[in-house]
């Protein structure tokens, strides 16, 4: 129910507004005695719209109101003036029900400027609006909008208003109070179109509101846009808090949930568009927060996973969403970078089939920054060990030889995760073994800079000692210990202050060596088989070069 209406005091005591303090208390007194012998009054002026609204708490709250100048004024405002003969027909036709014959009566009457064409024209506002607490009509919705909207931007109505309700006003009000009233009367019209709206569920009626007088009333700001604006925060807080980098993996579940909280932000923005208050200083600032907690998934997607299509659809959907143009030009110039990344990837992307895997399993996709197999996806700058050697098996019949096969194997770790890729060749070997050239290949351009960075600052910055194979590489140099009968034996090091040959491979090992007059001899060897033995020469040179 439009409750400013219903329950305005004139029309909870059945009078009229000229109505005096001696008689609002006689009518008061009158109408609660009669309710506490189960008494239900019906006056003159009742307009036959609205039922059970006479309560001992409506008249005790009426009679307040009356009784306080402030209020009181607003009461009067907001209620028919029956002064004369064409206010009694239309009234008349309203008890019974014929809407649009009290509606013609007092639109005929309000037709032109003068004083009481204008006070016609507040009771047929008033009148369009009480139609409209028990009937849908979007005619007397514009008609009644259009009739709020001439009366209040009219400083001869003003004027007119002030004396007639002077010459009612036992309390003689201040003009400090008028002044208030007037100042603040948009905002009780926008309390009663939010009712309006709340009792038929039809966003017109604030939208049209909004599209009149772009005023916001109490009412609206907390059963209409508290709400939603409550609702967005929730979402908002929820895409705030995610951290979807934080496991290495922006998964399915983490996709669905900003799926689904972006959905939800986007089902109250929409229904602020349809009630006409998406620019609303409030909401645009809900929009940039909304925008801004999408941007933060954005960069942690495109930073730290190189999820650069997902980064730029959500980015895309911050830019629809926010609310200045500050923002939005500042997401454009993101969307730029997102864009040169995703070519960039595109132009340096390598998808390698790998032999042996049924269908798209076998394939090996290799990204600027990292590298994906099986489902699975390793960054570069997370990758702790590599490993990769191939092997020749050799079958014979009588001691002569009418078989050969190479089985090969590569191998990434990153903390827990592995990928391992293993396949073997016989008389296709050629094809198999320049893909497993390839992989190599990758492997140093891609992760051995990387690993060996990583483990250079290792030992020579934290102070650590790496073990690869039983070879300890530290700030010294790289040791071993020589093989004794009992115990732990003997320690040798080869000094990195010392002539240094770069280690080689040779028959599925890495050999290293140490000075020996002038000469390279052997000091130790490691399987290529063994995690980072691989890394050693390009370890051993990034040491060499450090000291």
Known sequence: MSYTLQN?????????????????????????????????????????????????????????KLQAAKKKIKEYF???????SIDEEALGLLKKKDYSGAIGVW??????????????????????????????????????????????????????????????????????????????????????YTELHQIHKNADYVNGFQKTFSV???????????????????????????????????????SEKIKQLVGVIQQELNKLIDLGLYEDSQT????????????????????????????????????????????????ESEIQQIQKSISDDVENSLNLAIPGYRDNEGV???KNNFIEFRNKRMFYKDITGVAYHSTKHTTSVYFIPVSTTHSYSFTLVSGNDRIDITFSGGSNNEERQQIFGRLIGLCEHLVEP???????SSIFENGETLTIGGVEFSKDGYSRHKSAWFGKGEKETVRWTDTVYIPKFSAGSVYLFRDNEGKSQQFTSVSMSTLNAVMIPELVKACVNHG
């Open 8 to 64: 305005n005091a004139y029309h909870v005591l059945g009078l009229d507004v000229s109505a005096s303090e001696k008689d609002i208390l006689k009518r008061a007194k009158e109408i609660v005695n009669r309710l506490k012998i189960d008494e239900h009054p019906d006056y003159d002026l009742d307009v036959g719209l609205f039922k059970d609204f006479r309560t001992e708490d409506s008249v005790k709250d009426s009679l307040q």
């Open 78 to 84: 907001f209620w028919l003036q029956i002064a004369d």
């Open 107 to 192: 639109q005929k009457a309000s037709e032109g400027q003068s004083t009481k064409a204008l006070f016609y024209k507040k009771n047929l506002a008033i009148l369009y609006c009480l139609v409209l607490s028990v009937e849908n009509n979007k005619e007397y919705l514009a008609s009644s909008l259009a009739a709020w909207k001439e009366l209040t931007d009219s400083d001869k109505f003003w004027t007119s208003f002030s004396k007639v309700y002077k010459l009612h006003d036992e309390q003689t009000a201040s003009e400090d109070i008028f002044i208030d009233f007037k100042n603040h009367v948009v905002e009780y019209l926008s309390d009663i």
């Open 216 to 254: 916001k009333g109490e009412k609206i700001e907390k059963s209409v846009l508290g709400p939603a604006y409550q609702v967005i925060s929730g979402a908002v807080e929820g895409l705030e808090t995610m951290q979807v980098s934080k496991d290495g993996v922006f998964d399915k579940e983490e």
């Open 284 to 331: 645009k600032i809900m929009r940039d927060r909304a925008a801004n907690a999408l941007r933060t998934i954005v960069l942690d997607l495109h930073n730290n996973l190189n999820e650069f299509d997902k980064s730029l659809q959500l980015l895309q959907v911050a830019i629809q969403i926010c609310g200045t143009e500050s923002l939005k030009n500042k997401l």
């Open 364 to 366: 090996l996709a290799v």
């Open 450 to 456: 990387v690993l060996v960075k990583k483990m250079v």
